[in-house]
């Protein structure tokens, strides 16, 4: 399969997520779906899709047999829903670990386990270790491991669904090693403290 677009795997993800985190929501309209690709969190990086943009990215999803619409009984307006799991053949928890790969781009297994606490419940980081190392094991692997960059302690793992090699964490970059706002605000402090040549505030 031909690795998808930014847009394609955000709107994939993104599915995948609400089917499993707000079920009485999904199927989603495509109105819901603009608001879940463009969330500020739990997504990396944030982005500002356009209906336009959705509707291209879902019909190249349509093509590929990773989504479609849909109409409730009796209803008349249109909805999406994946079929990621039907058409790759992963369970629920392998399914879980792709959507938040998509979504977040490469990550540890520990912050994979905590990043899909809301889809399902994996008892360690060694379950998300064997449920990675199936989906490396496939004809066709749908994860790969990174290398381990200098500095880090963890290997990190990307889906080959789409191209995320712009976005490996380097050890040294306090801008993305932690990928939280905290970490965003200190990043963003330091880059500021250094153009105006001051020292960097230790704290206490």
């Known amino acids: 399969m031909d690795q998808l677009s930014a847009e394609e795997a955000r709107v994939l993800g993104s599915l995948v997520e609400k089917s499993f985190t707000t079920p009485d929501q999904y199927p989603l309209t495509t109105n819901a779906l603009v608001a879940a690709c463009n969330q500020r969190s739990n997504r990396e990086p944030v982005v500002d899709y356009g209906t336009e943009t959705i509707e291209l990215a879902l019909r190249s999803?349509?093509?590929?047999r990773l989504a479609r619409l849909t109409r409730a009984s009796g209803g008349r307006t249109v909805r999406y829903v994946h079929r990621m799991q039907a058409t790759l053949e992963v369970d629920d928890e392998q399914a879980s670990l792709l959507a938040v790969l998509l979504l977040r781009g490469p990550q540890t297994?520990?912050?994979?386990?905590?990043?899909?606490?809301?889809?399902?419940?994996?008892e360690s980081v060694a379950a998300v270790d064997e449920r990675l190392a199936d989906l490396m094991r496939r004809n066709e692997p749908l994860v790969e491991r990174l290398e381990r960059a200098p500095g880090q302690k963890e290997n990190r793992y990307r889906t080959l669904l789409t191209d995320q090699t712009g976005?490996?964490?380097p050890a040294d970059d306090p801008m993305t090693a932690r990928p939280d706002r905290v970490g965003r605000l200190e990043a963003r402090i330091l880059r500021i403290e250094t153009a105006l040549g001051l020292e960097p505030f230790e704290g206490e």
């Open 61 to 64: 999803l349509d093509d590929r």
């Open 109 to 122: 297994p520990g912050e994979l386990r905590s990043r899909t606490d809301r889809y399902t419940v994996f």
């Open 167 to 169: 976005q490996v964490v």
